[in-house]
């Protein structure tokens, strides 16, 4: 059969699971065989009280450095006229892209709103969902349900079970939604004492101090003030205790997060001595070995946390609450919990204290959790759909 052409089209490159899996599965397929390219929408983000350039961002580095072409129609936050009105040349450019592909994947449903513009050729659209909350995507929402009535749509992969039921519960058709659950690289996370005591040492840590992280973007559905609750009360708890944030908009930089913190510590704030904001980190590998828990504290829209899935496979024992899969993740490999921030600070020392007891249940899911499984899913799937769909000719040139 000819060489397969996907496009892949993102709203934009930031820091955020979904950006990190999906480049992550264009790689893996990229070095599989298939041809791949993406189109962005935006050229820079502003994301999480900072603004993204798509150049700085470590999925477009990633990309670029294998050999998939990225480009974009150079949007940037607050372009005038709003997403739905898009000029004569960055239609040009999207029809050019669209053209030369077999098969679209549209990272989440935000591009949808771009590829449902009359006129640009039809191809089929394979949509990546990555939320179990589809109703607070805004108008997001209504164009994935515009292009399923379009007969656009010829895939919905889901990244956990959670998001199929949302989306169908959504009214986007079943028989559409696939799960593919998400995987990650099992040769770069890995329990590694190396790493372990680098960063421990880097950071003054002692070796046999306990150490919670907690990887996220500053967003409100991470509930970022709960996490901080829970800290206060687990440094009050733990005089050796260590608490390490990161992700976009985990810096001092960030007044909403001091004021968070400040907040949250009270009378207490000498506490926060013993907690680090790292920032966004391209070494999450050793944040995680060096941890021994990955604590989650979101409210909504998770669906299979990248963040649980890393740390766990670096040995760290995850602490999150009910919120998406993370339920079939964490159950026997560490604990839910209750939104309450005691709660969660007494399973952050129990989780600790029973480390050990956890590992080989954690050492024998790794396979449940591997890249090389989710990628090998993607593949057959989007075959499946230009094999339906038949391979459609390019048009004349313009």
């Not at 397969?4 to 264009?26: K, P, Q, T």
Request: with cysteine; aromatic share 6%; proline share 7%.
């Amino acid at each position: 059969m000819d060489e397969l052409r996907v496009l892949s089209i993102y709203e934009g490159f930031f820091s955020g699971g979904a950006r990190i899996v999906h480049s992550d599965v264009v790689l893996g397929l990229h070095e599989g065989g298939q041809r791949h390219a993406v189109l962005s929408v935006n050229g820079e983000m502003y994301r999480e009280e900072t603004r993204q350039r798509m150049e700085d961002d470590v999925c477009y580095r990633s990309l670029t450095a294998a050999g998939v072409p990225v480009t974009s129609l150079g949007r940037t936050p607050g372009t005038p006229g709003g997403p739905e009105n898009f000029t004569g040349p960055e239609l040009a450019a999207t029809t050019r892209a669209v053209a030369a592909a077999d098969v679209i994947l549209s990272l989440k449903e935000q591009p949808l709103g771009l590829l449902n513009q009359a006129g640009l050729p039809r191809r089929p659209v394979v949509v990546c969902l990555h939320r179990s909350d589809p109703e607070n995507q805004g108008a997001a929402l209504d164009e994935l349900r515009t292009a399923v009535a379009d007969g656009r749509i010829a895939a919905g992969i889901c990244c956990a079970e959670s998001t199929r039921a949302a989306y169908a519960a959504a009214g986007i058709p079943p028989g559409l939604l696939h799960v593919i659950p998400n995987g990650v690289d099992l040769l770069r996370f890995r329990p590694d004492p190396f790493r372990r005591t680098l960063l421990r040492t880097s950071l003054g840590i002692p070796e046999r101090a306990p150490v919670i992280v907690f990887a996220a973007r500053y967003a409100t559905m991470k509930n970022v003030p709960l996490f901080l609750r829970a800290a206060r009360a687990w440094l009050r708890r733990e005089p050796d205790g260590h608490v390490l944030m990161c992700g976009a908009g985990m810096t001092r930089a960030n007044d909403c997060l001091r004021e968070d913190i400040a907040t949250a510590f009270g009378e207490d704030a000498p506490l926060a001595d013993r907690l680090s904001l790292l920032g966004v980190r391209h070494d999450m590998e050793t944040v995680y070995a060096a941890a021994d828990v990955v604590s989650l504290t979101s409210a909504s829209g998770e669906a299979a946390p990248l963040c649980l899935i890393e740390g766990m496979m670096c040995g760290a024992v995850p602490v999150a609450t009910d919120v998406g899969d993370s339920a079939s993740i964490v159950t026997g490999h560490g604990f839910l919990t209750p939104p309450d921030p005691e709660a969660i600070a007494l399973a952050w020392s129990e989780a600790v204290a029973r480390g050990a007891e956890f590992a080989p249940a954690l050492a024998l899911s790794r396979e449940r959790f591997s890249r090389t499984r989710m990628i090998a899913a993607y593949a057959a799937l989007i075959e499946q759909v230009r094999s339906r769909s038949g391979r459609v000719p390019l048009p004349e040139p313009f």
